[in-house]
């Protein structure tokens, strides 16, 4: 293992633990996008430039966008965030779902035949995905694109139509 490989993987993981953690989630939303350029550089240690260059622009630029005008628009005040602490129950569910979590990727891990003989991929290049893209598949982009703006959407709707009392938020 490499030094660049195990520093992305501190940062990948680092960021991901870290925004899990947070109750902030415009801090929560920032750490995502580190670690998703952390991903990226994944693809860049791993020869995969088109793929990096497609995270960078999906996912660190658009999707990061998307998610944090969702968090700003939909924002509660100070005094609707106050809520009861999580149970202790609920904390120690959560641990046991991430450990049997992790003890299922371990098997699937460990249980692996690394010795299989590699394939050759087929050559494509970014041209030819361009086209197959705009071309045939033009249209499911297009329909991404709509339900990811009706979802932006709607959660703006539903987080105005919860206010009880109609007033603004308090500077």
């Not at 994944?42 to 960078?56: C, D, K, N, P």
């Not at 982009?141 to 339900?147: A, H, P, Q, S």
């Given at each position: 293992m490499t030094a660049a490989l195990l520093l992305i993987t501190l940062v990948i993981l680092g960021s991901a633990a870290v925004a899990m953690g947070l109750r902030n989630l415009i801090h929560s939303a920032l750490l995502l996008v580190l670690?998703?350029?952390?991903?990226?550089?994944?693809?860049?240690?791993?020869?995969?430039?088109?793929?990096?260059?497609?995270?960078?622009?999906?996912?660190?630029g658009a999707v990061s966008m998307i998610?944090?005008?969702?968090?700003?628009?939909?924002?509660?005040?100070?005094?609707?965030?106050?809520?009861?602490?999580?149970?202790?129950?609920?904390?120690?569910?959560?641990?046991?779902?991430?450990g049997a979590t992790a003890g299922v990727l371990a098997l699937a891990v460990l249980n692996t035949n690394l010795a299989v003989a590699p394939t050759v991929a087929p050559v494509v290049t970014v041209r030819q995905l361009g086209v197959e893209l705009m071309g045939p598949q033009a249209a499911a982009?297009?329909?991404?694109?709509?339900?990811l703006t009706v979802a932006l959407l709607g959660a703006v709707v539903l987080a105005a139509s919860d206010r009880k009392d109609g007033k603004e938020d308090a500077p």
């Open positions: 670690s998703w350029a952390g991903i990226a550089a994944f693809y860049l240690w791993a020869g995969a430039e088109f793929v990096a260059f497609a995270q960078v622009l999906v996912y660190v998610v944090l005008f969702a968090v700003l628009l939909t924002r509660r005040s100070r005094a609707e965030l106050s809520v009861a602490p999580e149970s202790l129950r609920r904390a120690v569910a959560g641990v046991l779902a991430g982009v297009l329909v991404v694109g709509v339900i």
